[in-house]
């Protein structure tokens, strides 16, 4: 079984969905310089970014055809201001503890940066993610094309205090529906790390 194969595989069972879904979108990804086109006998790997944009075209349920749109359009999009006074207090600590995770910290960056740290986090820091970030999930709207994710972190040396818990909300720059209709996808973060473990066995 290929890499790519693999981890469009664990992909579709973390989500519940048919693996042909993840894999086409896959396709049409690496169409558009979003996922590596493997090549037969040389090395090959996917960055975070890359599982971040299939992640997001599986989430989105994107037809394969508008897999690299979805994509862009969550990477245009912002963590909010609010969001960002949120963590913005107990920036240092958080990064003390997880320095895998600044990059959710900083105010300029998108919804698909985000879930690139978090794969980091899953490739890198697994044992912290599963059991500091037991209850951190990622959401996306179908509709609107915004994201947001329940970050929630407790102190290591102290389980069950939590040091942060709360959402950050990404914006769309143009809202894909107006509206208070919405469909939302889920996705716990703990669930991201058999997709890294699949993405890391070509390594």
């Known amino acids: 079984m290929s890499l790519k194969t693999e981890t469009c595989s664990a992909l579709a069972a973390?989500?519940?969905?048919?693996?042909?879904?993840?894999?086409?979108?896959?396709?049409?990804?690496?169409?558009?310089?979003?996922?590596?086109?493997?090549?037969?006998?040389?090395?090959?790997?996917?960055?975070d970014i890359h599982l971040a944009n299939l992640t997001v075209a599986s989430?989105?349920?994107?037809p394969s055809r508008r897999a690299h749109i979805d994509v862009h359009h969550l990477a245009e999009s912002e963590?909010?201001?609010?969001?960002?006074?949120?963590?913005?207090?107990v920036r240092t600590k958080i990064v003390d503890l997880a320095p895998g995770l600044a990059p959710l910290l900083v105010g300029?960056?998108?919804?698909?940066?985000?879930?690139?740290?978090?794969?980091?986090?899953?490739?890198?820091?697994?044992?912290?993610?599963?059991?500091?970030?037991?209850?951190t999930s990622i959401e996306i709207d179908h509709l609107r094309g915004d994201g947001a994710i329940y970050l929630?972190?407790?102190?290591?040396?102290?389980?069950?205090?939590?040091?942060?818990?709360?959402?950050?909300?990404?914006?769309?720059p143009k809202p894909l529906h107006r509206g208070s209709l919405s469909i939302v996808s889920r996705l716990p973060a703990r669930a991201l790390l058999p997709?890294?473990?699949?993405?890391?066995r070509g390594a």
Request: charged share 25%.
């Open 14 to 47: 973390a989500l519940g969905l048919p693996v042909t879904e993840p894999t086409e979108q896959g396709r049409r990804l690496g169409e558009h310089r979003l996922l590596p086109k493997f090549v037969k006998g040389r090395p090959q790997a996917f960055e």
């Open 59 to 62: 989430m989105m349920r994107s």
């Open 79 to 89: 963590l909010t201001s609010e969001s960002f006074a949120k963590v913005e207090a």
């Open 108 to 135: 300029q960056h998108s919804f698909l940066e985000a879930l690139a740290a978090l794969y980091g986090m899953a490739r890198r820091a697994p044992e912290f993610l599963e059991q500091c970030m037991f209850n």
């Open 152 to 172: 929630e972190i407790e102190d290591p040396q102290r389980p069950g205090l939590l040091i942060f818990c709360d959402a950050l909300e990404y914006a769309a």
């Open 195 to 200: 997709v890294a473990l699949a993405a890391d």
